[in-house]
């Protein structure tokens, strides 16, 4: 078992519509929970990051933490053609593991114009 | 503006053949890490450093080697190239090991033949 699991897709939506992304992780005593964009042939990007759980909300982008359930996900509402691109989920594991950062293998976006 | 370089931004090798990709980073931020990227894998941490003199294994360590002089640089070395170290390589660099956010460099392509 991977310890950052996201569906690798590609998941299509229409203009305008909401694209949900999610991702499920292993080490309960994580911490810190983040979002990064990346374009064909670019760098990772950050989005956004969630320490709590519960909702946080940045212009069209919602992240969704339930650490009980070990699930993170990303909302892009009134998604757009420039929102396609690769999404990749990470954990920092906190002290107990070294505060290192845990990538998925991302979530490949296609949005219709 | 501070950034974070990677260089050289291609290299093809040959098997056996020692290889060194530099990183260099403006932010003057205590944490580096060299990650590579493959289809399927997503981001793999190979090595990562906390300060000058310190450095940390990853999770694909084996067959790569850095070392950290002064704040700015963490160069990589691949001590003998082998065809599975064909990769995108990308460093980072944060403030510190609780400091979530990663900036990344652009990347290096190694094709080693």
Redesign the interface.
């Given at each position: 078992q991977k310890e950052v699991e996201q569906n690798s897709g590609p998941l299509s939506v229409p203009e305008g519509a909401i694209a949900s992304l999610n991702c499920t992780y292993s080490d309960r005593g994580s911490q810190s929970f983040f979002w990064y964009r990346q374009y064909s042939g670019k760098s990772p990007e950050l989005i956004m990051f969630i320490y709590s759980n519960g909702d946080k909300e940045d212009g069209r982008f919602t992240a969704q933490l339930n650490k009980a359930s070990q699930y993170v996900s990303l909302l892009i509402r009134d998604s757009q053609p420039s929102d396609s691109a690769t999404y990749l989920c990470a954990v920092n594991k906190g002290a107990t593991g070294g505060f290192k950062t845990i990538f998925g293998a991302g979530t490949r976006l296609f949005v219709k114009a | 503006d501070a950034e974070i370089t990677q260089s050289p931004r291609h290299k093809i090798t040959e098997t056996g053949r020692q290889v060194t990709l530099a990183c260099h980073q403006t932010w003057n931020h205590n944490n580096m890490?060299w990650?590579r990227q493959d289809l399927?894998?997503?981001?793999?941490?190979i090595h990562?450093s906390y300060g000058v003199q310190d450095t940390?294994k990853?999770e694909v360590s084996d067959g790569y080697s850095v070392s950290r002089s002064n704040t700015e640089d963490l160069p990589l070395t691949l001590e003998s190239a082998a065809s599975s170290q064909t990769s995108v390589y990308?460093c980072a660099s944060s403030e510190s090991?609780?400091q979530?956010?990663?900036y990344?460099?652009?990347?290096t392509r190694l094709l080693v033949l």
């Open positions: - | 890490f990650y399927g894998h997503g981001l793999r941490l990562y940390n990853g990308f090991a609780r979530e956010t990663q990344f460099g652009p990347g």
